[in-house]
Structure formats: structure tokens, C-alpha cells
């Protein structure tokens, strides 16, 4: 699979809006662009996934650039509850998930 | 809907021991995945059962192995344990997925200990 890229950590305020940036400079055509998130003594959860257009549901809108190189889930209003782990994966293999090291984000009150 | 349930939760045992995990997907999903992580190494992917049958591998030794039953259940197994063995191990499970699409869903992990 192809390789993202991610910030160590990235800060937020409670209630305000957050941008976590992917780079994934060598995705191909075929791969899907997944966000999950790891809360503290939890498993994954998955949070969006998109191939090309920028998508939303309810927990959050992910926002892929035209050459797909890169992408940014959005948080609308971070929560202390958003705390987590957050990790963006390339994936074209079925169910055969790549996990980097992901961006740990920190929610201040 | 019941989520991903893993037993036990939490499990010490001695190097060159054996150790069984247990995972019940959700109703209805037939591919459940099995991923170990650690602090150095991050998650990785073990393996993935669909229909009973090991579909995807990842790079890890022969000491660790699967299986998955007629009712989707899988078990791991890891032989001869060794210290850096000692992990949170994940399941995940998921319909069939369609090409590219596979939302997989977590259970709580497996934390094993190795003396």
C-alpha cells in the first residue's frame, strides 16, 4: 500500500474547528483514502472514507485535493470526546489495513 | 447489534507457551481481521478470514496462525511465546466488502503479557 504521512500531534481548543492534513503523494488511482480514529483503551473506529470527492457525514467532512495527493479530515467542533489517535490509511486491498503512526490529537477545555 | 467481542481481555503467560485468542465478529459479517499493536512497532496486520478461509497474510512468523469457524468466530494462535509478543491484539470485522469500501469495526483487543 501506499504511504501517508501525518503530523505527530496537532492541538485544539474545545469547540473549535480542526484540520488534519494526510499527504499521500504516491496514492494511485484505485486506492480509497480512509480516516479511523483510536480513543485512549479502545480499538479503531472507523470515522470517513472518500475516493475523489470531498465527503461528509456525521461525525466529519473529509476534503481531498484535486490530485488526490493529499487530504484533510475536518472536525466541525472538536469536543474533549475527539481526543484520540487519528489515522489516515490508503487502501485498495480489501480489508488488509495499513496503519502509520497517525496524529495524536490533543482537545483542550 | 452486539459490536466485536474479544476474549479474554487480559492474558499473562510465560515465554515458550501457547496462547488461543477468541473473536466474535458482528451478526451477519463474514471477514474478521486480526491486527497486533505495540508501542514500537505501531498496528499491523496479521491476517484476514473470509468464509473460513485466510484471504489476506501479513509479514509475521508461522508461530502465529488462525482460524475462522462456519459461524464467522475466529480464533488466533500464537506458539512458542516469545517477549516481544506482548501486545494489544485487535479484531475487526466486516461484510463482505466491495472493492475499495470495507468500514471494519474493532473490538476492544486482547491485551497479552509475556514473561
Known amino acids: 500500500d501506499a504511504k501517508t504521512t501525518q503530523p505527530n500531534s496537532m492541538e485544539s481548543n474545545e469547540e473549535e474547528p480542526v484540520h488534519l492534513p494526510c499527504n499521500h503523494s504516491?496514492?494511485?488511482?484505485?486506492?480509497?483514502i480512509h480516516w479511523y480514529r483510536q480513543l485512549p483503551s479502545q480499538g479503531p473506529e472507523y470515522v470517513i472514507h472518500?475516493?475523489?470527492s470531498n465527503v461528509n457525514n456525521r461525525m466529519a467532512s473529509l476534503a481531498i485535493a484535486e490530485d488526490r495527493k493529499s487530504s484533510t479530515l475536518i472536525l466541525h467542533r472538536a469536543t474533549l470526546r475527539d481526543a484520540a489517535v487519528y489515522y489516515c490509511?490508503?487502501?485498495?486491498?480489501?480489508?488488509?489495513?495499513?496503519f502509520g503512526g497517525g496524529t495524536r490529537l490533543m482537545v483542550k477545555p | 447489534k452486539a459490536g466485536v467481542t474479544q476474549t479474554p481481555r487480559y492474558l499473562i503467560k510465560t515465554r515458550g507457551q501457547q496462547v488461543t485468542l477468541s473473536c466474535s465478529p458482528i451478526?451477519?459479517?463474514?471477514?474478521v481481521s486480526w491486527y497486533q499493536q505495540t508501542p514500537g512497532q505501531g498496528l499491523q496486520f496479521l491476517f484476514e478470514?473470509?468464509?473460513?478461509?485466510?484471504?489476506n497474510k501479513g509479514n509475521f512468523p508461522g508461530r502465529f496462525s488462525g482460524r475462522q469457524f462456519s459461524n464467522s468466530r475466529s480464533e488466533m494462535n500464537v506458539s512458542t511465546l516469545e517477549l516481544g509478543d506482548s501486545a494489544l491484539y485487535l479484531c475487526?470485522?466486516?461484510?463482505?466488502?466491495?472493492?475499495?469500501?470495507?468500514?471494519?469495526?474493532f473490538g476492544p483487543g486482547t491485551r497479552l503479557t509475556v514473561l
Open positions: 490509511i490508503l487502501n485498495n486491498a480489501g480489508n488488509m489495513l495499513t
Open positions: 451478526s451477519g459479517h463474514r471477514s
Open positions: 504516491t496514492i494511485s488511482g484505485t486506492d480509497y
Open positions: 475487526a470485522s466486516s461484510l463482505d466488502p466491495v472493492a475499495g469500501y470495507n468500514e471494519q469495526f
Open positions: 472518500g475516493l475523489t
Open positions: 478470514y473470509f468464509s473460513e478461509t485466510q484471504r
